[in-house]
């Protein structure tokens, strides 16, 4: 049995100040009904945890009828971090999940072949994120001022979500974070501390997140084309 | 005095066979239409000279017509690479010029005011670079197929175009280029082999490269809210 965990207890800071952007419209629904539209429609995904802020539920709630996403899913309090959202997604797991799917509820583009494929390759290999090379000329600066020197782009990976896992090594890995006091940005940073390998999903087609408000027409124009 | 050299010389063999993507219609007009008009607008700009593939002259004099371009502009013929067509494009340079900012004609979203932010830095310092911080999560893999370590993107940079220099530095690095035999991938890279820092000039909106035909919905998207 495989889940997906939606980490959707973010308040996305950076859109301004009143504005929730999991549930900014584009394309003619929230942010985070596409997202979860995805995995709703997936066949290779059993059940959805969505992971949400505390008093928000009942607004999930609307959602899932709103736009009749009827796979099994449940509704789950995030954490202060992110990894403190996604451990308490993975205790309400039950215990017949073998791989989970974690994902950005802002990731609204993310295709149902690129789950498989990240599922398919945790199967084999215990851990797998969706990723893109990096196609940008790419400088490091100590100051962000001045150019310290070029970086080798050949080598470097633009990492998104999904990151899928098997269950017990995401739980090992996040409990070890949480035993050293870390903080990580995301969930194969875990898998580095117990040295479990991340294998790399490339995706075929772009797979932003919404960050900036100025994000949202190039998202709005992917959504149109995938649901054309 | 100041200049551009726009950088069409090009023939975009990610976009397929028979495109040349210079001259895909997006927003109304040819890709290459919009990066011109953005030069042919700004104030701080005297001339345009661009770099064009041999025999496709008239076809670049024809969108000078069509679009109404009327700063004063000329063609020079490109080279085998990227830096020999630069190098063409400097040496029509009038001995007047004071700075030169270098341009892709790809890149038909750069905005007048980070054109003009180039050109202020590169006269302070000698050279500089439009460039966004990193904000995907980076990671480093030796073989394309596994993770080896995250990467610290809080000193990683994307840089883009203009790349905007004094006149005699960027004719010393790029000379210094041809003496060792080396092939850069942009001219900020030139800089670094004379010693040259290149200031980091942070742009505020998005300023894509079109590469792959799936670039082009987005590059319509933020072409049209330019213009309304």
């Known amino acids: 049995m495989n889940s997906a965990i939606i980490v959707a207890a ?3 800071t950076r859109m301004g100040a009143n504005a929730d952007k999991l549930f900014l419209e584009v394309a003619g629904r929230p942010v985070v009904a596409h997202t979860w539209q995805r995995f709703n429609d997936v066949q290779c ?3 959805i945890v969505l992971v949400v802020r505390d008093g928000m539920q009942s607004a999930f709630a609307e959602l899932a009828v709103q736009f009749n996403l009827q796979k099994a899913h449940r509704f789950v309090t995030g954490g202060a971090e992110r990894q403190d959202s996604v451990w308490n997604g993975l205790e ?16 609204p583009c993310t295709s149902e072949s690129l789950i498989s494929a990240t599922l398919e390759a945790a199967c084999e290999t215990g851990a797998a994120v ?3 090379p990096v196609t ?35 739980r090992r890995a996040l ?24 294998r790399l999903v490339a995706g075929v087609g772009p797979n932003p997140k919404v960050t900036l408000p100025g994000d949202l027409p190039y998202i709005e124009t992917l959504l149109r084309q995938y649901r054309a």
């Open 92 to 107: 309400s797991l039950s215990s017949c999940v073998e791989l989970v799917a974690i994902q950005d509820a802002a990731r």
């Open 136 to 170: 940008d000329t790419i400088k490091e600066s100590a100051d962000g001022r001045t150019i310290l020197r070029n970086v080798e782009r050949s080598r470097l990976w633009s990492v998104q979500t999904p990151q899928t896992f098997r269950v017990d090594v995401i």
């Open 10 to 12: 973010g308040r996305g």
């Open 175 to 198: 409990a070890e974070v949480r035993r050293r006091g870390l903080s990580v940005t995301d969930d194969t940073a875990a898998c580095e501390l117990i040295g479990q390998p991340v």
């Open 130 to 132: 969706a990723a893109q």
């Open 45 to 47: 995904i059993d059940e």
